[in-house]
Structure formats: C-alpha cells, structure tokens
C-alpha cells in the first residue's frame, strides 16, 4: 500500500511563489498528481505526471504559473506554485496510482491528507 504525504502549504500573498511537496512510501504507481478543494467546491485536477517518462497535464487555470515536477530517487513530487492569486486558495491534495495523467479523480488509487494554501490578495 502507498501512503502520500504532502507538506509545503501555508499563508502567503498573492503573486508570491510557493512549493508543495509529496513523499510517496511506495513506488506502484504510473502516474501522480495533484488536485484541490476549496471550501464548499467541489475537489479539482490541477496537475499531474507520468513517473517514468515525465510527461505531465495541467488545468487551465494554473497552466503557465504551476510546474509539476519529481524526484525519483526519494520517491517525491512537487509543485511549484508561481504567481499565486487567491483563487489558488484551497487545500491540495497529493494522487497516486493512475495509469495515465488523467484529471479524472477516480482514476487515482491512493491520497495524502491534504496542506492548506491560502493566498491573500
């Protein structure tokens, strides 16, 4: 069994950066990626990438300021968040266990706790 435990999160303001981070216990997973949920919304893709070849999806809205990237070696995924607006405002979720990059939340096997962002404009 994977757990997925995510860290990074805080209170920073808008337009700043912010890295997510998400240790991974067990390799048996194709693909990772992270989603959000923001208070009283429905939980959302945000992005994603496959562990073996690196390639990666993103959501529109974070497209361009969101750069999801991994470090095999210590089994980690991250998530540099640029330019952070407060519609960003959400607790992000670590996935595991697709077999592809889909925005599909079902399609993921395994889920960390979650880390709280919240941006301040």
């Known amino acids: 069994q994977v757990q997925l435990v995510e860290s990074g999160g805080g209170l920073v303001q808008a337009g700043v950066s912010l890295r997510l981070s998400c240790i991974a216990s067990?390799?048996?997973?194709?693909?990772m990626g992270w989603f959000r949920q923001a208070p009283g919304k429905e939980r959302e893709f945000v992005a994603s990438?496959?562990?073996?070849?690196?390639?990666?999806s993103y959501a529109d809205s974070v497209k361009g300021r969101f750069t999801i990237s991994r470090n095999g070696a210590k089994n980690t995924l991250y998530l540099q968040m640029m330019n952070l607006k407060p519609e960003d405002t959400a607790v992000y979720y670590c996935?595991?266990?697709?077999?592809?990059?889909?925005?599909?939340?079902?399609?993921?096997?395994?889920w960390g706790q979650g880390t709280q962002v919240t941006v301040s404009s």
């Open positions: 067990a390799r048996t997973f194709s693909a």
């Open positions: 990438m496959y562990w073996t070849d690196g390639s990666t």
């Open positions: 996935a595991a266990g697709a077999r592809t990059t889909t925005s599909d939340m079902t399609a993921y096997l395994y």
